[in-house]
């Protein structure tokens, strides 16, 4: 990608750094699911995933590169450690993109190269250029990264930064790994490499950052101020521990307070102009997309996409924002995609007109997921007297993201009440077809039913998290469930959506058994000594 000094370049490691935030772990389909709607989004660069770490991964980005990664699509990144399978492997697995870019990294900092690596400060600062120049058989466009830069000796980086660039590297990006830094030390750094590097002006300096601290959006603003071209960023901020930088948030800064920034990139004051490629009125969807498919919940005061983030409950805060909305507001909500809910079909719908409402809502589905899809509208079409958009979404996101069905439930039926035991009876079919029956009692309605499918499945595992809420306001709302399992350490998650909330519930947890269960069939095979996350 080429070094454009006026606008900035979005970065989406939501596929990547952002599948590693525990229990967000995607397959295929539902990462080139994510894929498509990233590109519908315009970020300029899709990190796909780290081909290396398992088969699984390769064949993900590899689908990616295929499908996402056309002429007139973003670019498809893989990460790489700075050793030469890695690298191979990335090669190959972006080989179909038309614009790929592989992201190796190593170590800077001293206490990453003694207790990590186990390697010499001059030992480093001869693999980095060599590996670069390795990747750039594969393709010209290389980034690299100084692992854990925030901490470490900043003369000793400028070197290893030299070096690479010289080996041919296009983009040199600078992680607050641990993210243990603040604006004020984040920006100098930024200016010192401006400053000490000499060849700095032939690669974009990119940023990295994890949110430890709630520093994070902070921390990448402050940068651009002083060069930063490139913001490495996820979708709803997830990723490990703390997660990243939100993309949404940098994005909406940018956006909102684009006069302000204007200067930093040689642009007029008052220029209009947007600092970003973003299409934003495909952010509110992507946010929604990616917590469905993740399992992971989005705050309701999350700033941009959440649930309140354009409420307003004050007294004083209504009758201004009635009077006029920019009294309290500062951005339109429309301007992210979140438009007022609307009745678009009903029981009497047809196919075509189902069909032609998602595709305006930006879905594109499988003959195959058009027409389970169009079932399952069906079914809340009956239920429900009004259909809205964000009815469609989440029938559709539920029915992308489902797992393999080698267990389904047939049946489920509850008994409880101030005076009654609550008794649930589950049927399911197991994976030969065969019907299977149970009964069980519990503290509520849904420990009920989780305890009958456990007593029918008999896979040992922990329900560490339950969660549902409302897709939209009214008793007939369609109901959200999501469960996450963990299982020897690993976790699996699950999602459902029903106007019965205790037949969501159950789906959500068969679809997270299913996983599971798909698991213990089908081990990833992880080539020996290779950790499967990685810590840029």
């Keep these: 990608m080429t070094n454009q ?3 900035i370049i979005i970065f989406d490691t939501t596929l990547r750094d952002g599948e590693q935030s525990p229990g967000a772990t995607l397959n295929k389909e539902e990462k080139l699911t994510i894929a498509r709607q990233l590109a519908r989004l315009g970020v300029d660069v899709i990190e796909a995933g780290f081909p290396f770490a398992s088969p699984g991964d390769f064949e993900a980005v590899q689908g990616i590169a295929e499908q996402v990664g056309t002429p007139d699509g973003p670019t498809i990144c893989g990460l790489a450690r700075a050793t030469k399978g890695d690298i191979k492997s990335a090669g190959d697995a972006l080989a179909p993109a038309a614009h790929k870019r592989i992201h190796t990294f190593i170590a800077t900092s001293d206490i990453h190269l003694k207790h990590k690596l186990r390697k010499s400060r001059e030992e480093v600062l001869a693999i980095a250029p060599e590996m670069v120049a390795y990747a750039k058989t594969f393709t010209d466009d290389v980034e690299f990264s100084p692992e854990d830069a925030a901490r470490s000796d900043p003369e000793f980086m400028y070197q290893v ?15 607050d790994t641990v993210g243990y830094t603040t604006p004020g030390e984040f920006g100098a750094l930024i200016r010192g490499i401006v400053e000490n590097v000499r060849n700095i002006d032939q690669a974009v300096i990119s940023v990295h950052g994890h949110n430890d601290l709630g520093l994070a959006v902070a921390n990448f603003l402050e940068a651009v101020k002083h060069g930063a071209r490139q913001l490495e960023c996820t979708i709803n901020g997830i990723g490990e521990r703390a997660g990243n930088a939100a993309l949404e948030e940098l994005v909406m800064a940018l956006h909102v307070r684009r006069q302000y920034y204007n200067p930093f990139l040689g642009r007029p004051v008052e220029s209009d102009a947007p600092l970003t490629g973003i299409n934003t009125r495909e952010i509110y969807k992507t946010s929604r997309l990616v917590s469905n498919l993740t399992g992971m919940f989005v705050q309701p005061n999350k700033a941009i996409v959440g649930a309140n983030a354009f409420a307003h409950e004050s007294g004083i805060h209504q009758d201004g924002v009635l009077k006029n909305r920019m009294t309290y507001e500062i951005m339109d909500a429309q301007s992210i995609g979140l438009t007022d809910n609307q009745i678009v079909l009903g029981k009497h719908s047809g196919r075509n007109a189902f069909k032609t ?10 003959e195959t997921e058009l027409n389970k899809a169009f079932l399952k509208f ?6 429900k007297k009004e259909i809205t958009d964000w009815d469609l979404e989440s029938i559709v996101n539920d029915q992308i993201q489902q797992p393999p069905e ?15 035991r609550p008794t649930a009876t589950v049927s399911l079919r197991g994976p030969n077809g065969e019907e299977l029956v149970d009964v069980a009692l519990g503290t509520g309605p849904v420990d009920a039913v989780y305890k009958a499918i456990n007593r029918i499945v008999d896979i040992p595992n922990e329900l560490i998290e339950y969660t549902v809420h409302s897709v939209t306001a009214g008793i007939d709302a369609l109901g959200e469930v999501t469960v996450r399992l963990r299982y020897e350490g690993r976790i699996f998650s699950g999602h459902a959506a029903n106007t019965d909330v205790i037949v969501a519930s159950a789906h959500a947890y068969v679809n997270a058994l299913n996983r599971l269960y798909e698991a213990l069939q089908n081990p990833r095979v992880v080539p020996q000594g290779t950790p499967v996350t990685s810590r840029v």
């Design 378 to 383: 069906k079914t809340f079409a009956d239920q």
């Design 5 to 7: 000094p006026d606008r």
């Design 161 to 175: 930064l030299e070096a690479v660039i010289d080996a041919g590297a296009t983009t040199v990006n600078i992680p």
């Design 357 to 366: 409402r998602l595709k305006e809502l930006g879905f594109e589905l499988s």
């Design 406 to 420: 080698l267990y389904k439930l047939d049946l489920v039926q509850v008994s409880c009440g101030d005076r009654a």
